[in-house]
């Protein structure tokens, strides 16, 4: 399992909106992906649910954990996601 950390780039944070974006671009990966807020439990990152559950602010840092064969790939995808202010 590779993991990657990085800080949340959205001004409002993992609200709805980016959260439904970066949920669904797990799903579409088809890699089992987990996000970690620092010092939490993991949750699937596919479930919307999960990833607004964390209660993730604007520079908090989290942990994506990714594993299959494009693993890497597909945490350079999330990561830059993550790394975008969609709330410009």
Known sequence: MLERTVRIG???GLHARPAKLFSQAVAASG???T?????GKPVNA???LGVISLGI???DEVTLAA???????VLD?????L???HDE
């Open 83 to 85: 790394l975008t202010d």
């Open 35 to 39: 996000l970690t807020k620092s010092g």
């Open 31 to 33: 890699s089992k992906v």
């Open 10 to 12: 959205s001004t409002h």
């Open 46 to 48: 596919a479930s919307i």
């Open 57 to 59: 602010n604007h520079g």
């Open 77 to 81: 995808d999330l990561a830059e996601l």
């Open 67 to 73: 594993e299959g064969d494009n693993a890497e790939s």
